[in-house]
């Protein structure tokens, strides 16, 4: 139940001191020019200082919850609550800082795109999605995690479509908003039919969940709808949509602000509601769906010749795991891979974003070239579960748990061994590339300090990663223990520990190689193999065609739409309606006509029957001689006579 | 005791129309703007003044008026129609103010206008349904002469089939209305004395057979308010309207004058016949979820924003309906809320329709082929663009914005009664979304052309008009609490007669 023990106040200000300083560089941005970005940095700072307050705060109260709750549209003790509300939990403080931390990494590399020529826009979508994940972490109802979200949405729409000049970006701002829209308003409709046939949905509560188990089709639908819609934001197949399309802009800024974020802005309510998505037992599922399209995306992803779709494939192949993880493992291993793959994914796209691959001085810019790719190995490392990383416990914690059923470990195993293949593909693909580099020390640093925060011992306390047995290399006391306090690993992990680690190892190192082997050397093995069924392959890479088919299906339902228009305006109002009422007066002055006819002809042949026997007579009279006068005259008189003298 | 704040808010407009025939231009603008914003002011008072849960007819105002017919002036407000109060309060200040700059026969237009919105705070506020059909046919008049003079090519036409079903419409809610007053002894158009179902139970004799008088009136008031508002398949005289009515017209018609008719709708259904209520539910959710669907397919085959707004504004009467014909709660006190951000969202859509016609000619952003003819304004006109992406947001339901909270009470409340409806309703705010984003993008983003060249920002009047109806739309999108508990009430009150 709700205990409102005090307000987390100074994350609800930061944020919103965050949002509105992103809104006045969106709108005076250009008035100040170099000084947008001080300010968002600035808005970050707060941010963090509001983290680190409530923390102090959190930590001097022994974890105790702190609670914002009002009422917003419809009350909370009522069916159908529409509450607003916010929370600082372990995992809340920890993704917020996260967040903030990744946002302001990102911009110390700002030399990179600060030429962007709409660079406010980019700050102003870089402050409001920072501001929306926040937003969603802390969100306490799934209403105020939709507010987030939409804040996340609207700041990656601001920085894909920055050049809103260009065709190509409108396109693609404008696809990504409707698919991120679809995805929110699946949501938003399970949220709401959840809210319908439930009590209020708190999202610290799953106590107040499991206590009804009444309308259990609604709780179904309701909680499919919300999945379905959440995982929209993620990416994965059959959404890849966007993915496969050619696209213009910084890279890193499209991976953090169009796919990290949104995901990072929709996983809370993922994590929050997996015990009662669980009691509905729709995880297993879910999990078999998410496995499916991880590894149909980095089918699609390996079909890729351009570099900066396949990154874009593989993370949210990485996203669609660590969903499965969710699934099948827990929400441990699903933090662990979602965090682990989404800064190796912005890592690796900033650093070869970094290398110039041509001009005369690339010479001469080598060095910087080494250190660059040497953050993309490292950022292969992070995302594919090399030791030392906090994906390593994801990996083996998933792996440990499916050993349990061969099957699920063994369509895991494939998916793992795929997913790494990828990974460590892009950065072969990147290594061959003969390049210097012009980028500023801020931004090649930048992409180390992501791949930093993605060290296991920041989240796992170990060095390796929960790899090794009774954790001797344990340094500090674990940050996930913290978040996920139900989960103990050390229990199940002793049965099964060589098999999992052995098999942990085994794919890892042979995807490894096998990666190296087709992509790490002179001639791409992989290039060679698919152009040996050109169309199949186009298929792959373009999605499997699934965006060619919505477009066909869209097409069709404008088709529809026009025939509709057309019945109504054209057949309906303009012909058939004239028709049918000239149609009507026509038949009803045609009788009318007829009628009147009869009538006229009837009261013709009456009348004249009514008049023939006096016209007869008048006839008579007016043909007839003196005597017949002279004897109507007489008859009359006598008869007036006979009258009066009766009287 | 008598409040004569309705009053005022009727006598302003009234006064100003009047005033519009003996003032010369420009100080008539200044009289049609003060005395339309006079008469909002007056019921931004009146709102406030009310008192929260409170489901009683609140300042009331009741005065003979025909007395051997039992008719009375009688005015008040509740937790039905306070919104729309705001509503025309905020609405028609703001269309005078879009017509500023009106070349021909200003006066008379903004005369007009001043008279339609006298027209609909009496609609609104009449207790008595003489007195309520009374303003509700003069309601059609303005209307038929705004787009008979300042229409399009096709006005004429336009304005004729405006009328027509207007008055087809009017003669059965007549034909209604007779048969509610002989129904009952003594006769009486009170709605007050015929709430809470005394119509109920009662029948009587045509042709030998025994009809039910509040199920008779109750199609036949239904059938009326179809011809006002835009139902589907009958319609077609709206989407006429859309194409030939000045772009203020357009937006008082589906942004007053259909609210209007749907709170219409909502009062005869729970306050005079909730028996039938009770039977027909079912129906009016069927309406209310094919206007929303058809509206929507037919909306994504558009080519012009007014003709987008005509099929926007179709969808939006479907959720109301829906909402309606929940009879939960919470899903009628969101179709009322709706009533109100449907009026804001459409009015501001068809506002920003208008200021991209007037700059570009025409209100058309693909060409016969489907390819763009307009695009870019984002970076001639960046204000016009945020303004325009609010109100699009707050049409598709994005959190923060008002039509989120109409949108999520109706569907939570219409979904313990109709869920096969809530799910297809859900594909219709999908269709929504492309149908929204493909209209902002064709328009506002990608390189400029030829007609969107020249494209200038809002002016300060034109700042000045759409601020009210975008901060309205955050303002009640982010704080909706003392509106609900305006209405809440009086819903709770008249479900309980449905039940």
Known sequence: ?647 | MNHHLISLTLVFPLIGALLQTVVQVPRSRWIALASSLAASICAVILIVSMQNQNADLQMTELLPWVGSYAISYDMAVDGLNALLMILIAILFPVLIASEWDQKVGVRGMQGLLLVLQASLFGAACAQDLFLQFFFWGVSALPLYFLVGIWGGEGREKAAFKTMVAGSLGDALIFSALILIYYSLDPHTFSLRELAGGKLAGKEFNFLGFELSVSHVAFMLMSAGLSLRAPIWPLHGWFTEVSQEAPSSVFVALCAGVVPVSLYLFSRYCYVLFPDALGSAYKWIVGVGILNLFVGGICAMAQRGLRRLLAFICLSEVGLVLMGIGSLNPVGVVGSVYQQLMMGLGLAGFGLFSGIIADRTGSSWFMDENRERVLGGIVTRAPVVAVISGLIVASLMGFPGFGGFVGHALIIIGSYSIHPLTVIISGGALVLASYYLFTMYRLIFLGGVNERSAGFEDLTLRERAYMLPVVLSLLFFGLYPKPLIELIRPTVLTVLSAVK
């Not at chain 1, 963090?48 to 001097?60: A, E, N, P, R």
């Not at chain 1, 003790?77 to 993704?95: C, V």
């Open chain 1, 1 to 647: 139940m709700i205990n409102q023990q005090g307000s987390p106040t100074f994350l609800l200000i930061s944020i919103a001191v965050l949002f509105l300083m992103s809104l006045f560089v969106a709108a005076l941005g250009k008035r100040l020019p170099g000084r947008g970005s001080w300010l968002i940095w600035a808005g970050i700072m707060i941010l963090l200082v509001g983290v680190g307050l409530d923390s102090g705060i959190f930590l001097k109260d022994h974890f105790e919850t702190r609670i914002w709750s009002a009422g917003w549209i419809w009350a909370r003790d009522e069916k159908g609550a529409i509450t607003l509300g916010m929370f600082q939990d372990p995992i809340a403080l920890a993704m917020v800082t996260l967040v903030s931390l990744v946002s302001g990494t990102v911009l110390l590399s700002q030399g990179a795109f600060s030429k962007e020529v709409y660079f406010e826009k980019v700050l102003t979508g870089l402050g409001i999605s920072t501001a929306g994940v926040a937003l969603a972490w802390t969100s306490l109802t799934p209403w105020m995690e939709f507010l987030g979200l939409s804040l996340t949405i609207l700041g990656g729409f601001l920085t894909i479509g920055s050049r809103w000049d260009s065709g190509m970006n409108a396109k693609l701002s404008a696809k990504f908003a409707t698919e991120r829209s679809v995805g929110f308003l699946l949501a938003f409709l399970g949220a709401c039919i959840l809210a319908a046939s439930r009590p209020a949905l708190i999202l610290n509560d799953p106590e107040l969940w499991m206590g009804h188990s009444d309308l259990v089709h609604s709780t179904w639908v309701g909680a499919i709808l919300l999945i379905v819609g959440t995982c929209v934001q993620l990416q994965p197949f059959p959404f890849l949509g966007l993915l496969v399309a050619q696209t213009e802009g910084y890279l890193p800024l499209r991976i953090l602000l169009g796919q990290v974020l949104p995901a990072w802005a929709c996983f809370p309510l993922l994590i929050r509601l997996e015990p009662q998505f669980r009691s509905l037992e729709l995880f297993p599922s879910f999990g078999w769906v998410a496995l499916t399209s991880s590894i149909l995306t980095v089918f699609a992803g390996l079909f890729q010749r351009d570099w900066d779709l396949m990154v874009g494939l593989w993370l949210s192949a990485g996203l669609s795991l660590s969903v499965a993880a969710l699934a099948f493992s827990g929400p441990y291993s699903a933090m662990a891979l979602l965090i682990g793959v989404s800064l190796s994914a912005i890592s690796m796209a900033g650093s070869a974003t970094a290398l110039d691959s041509e001009g005369a001085e690339i010479v001469s810019q080598q060095k910087k070239a080494l250190w660059i790719k040497a953050a993309v190995f490292l950022a292969a490392s992070a995302g594919t579960g090399l030791v030392g990383f906090v994906t390593t416990t994801g990996y083996v914690r998933w792996i440990t748990q499916a050993l349990a059923v061969p099957a699920t470990a063994a369509i895991f195993l494939f998916s793992f061994a795929l997913f790494v293949f990828l990974g460590w593909r892009l950065a072969w693909k990147v290594s061959f590339r003969r390049s210097g580099s012009k980028a500023s020390l801020a931004v090649i640093m930048s992409s180390f300090l992501l791949v930093a925060l993605s060290l296991a011992p920041i989240w796992t306390g170990t060095v390796t990663g929960e790899l090794i047995q009774d954790s001797p290399d344990r340094l500090i006391k674990s940050l996930f223990d913290q978040f996920f306090t139900t989960q103990s690993f050390e229990a199940y992990r002793s049965e099964s520990y060589f098999s999992a680690s052995s098999l942990y190892w085994g794919v890892l190192v042979f995807s490894v190689i096998l990666a190296y082997w087709v992509s790490g050397r002179k001639q791409d093995r992989w290039t060679q193999i698919t152009s040996f069924f050109p169309k199949a392959s186009q298929f792959i890479a373009r999605g499997y065609g699934v965006d060619y088919s919505t477009g066909r299906l869209m097409d069709s339902l404008e088709w529809l739409g026009r025939c509709a228009e057309k019945l109504v305006d054209v057949k309906i109002w303009s012909q058939w309606m004239p028709n049918l009422l000239s149609f009507a007066v026509k038949n009803v002055s045609d009788v009318t006509r007829a009628i009147d006819l009869k009538l006229t002809e009837s009261l013709d042949v009456s009348v004249k029957k009514l008049v023939d026997v006096p016209a007869k007579l008048l006839q008579l009279i007016q043909t007839g001689d003196l005597r017949w006068y002279l004897f109507f005259a007489l008859s009359s008189g006598f008869a007036l006579l006979a009258h009066f003298l009766k009287l």
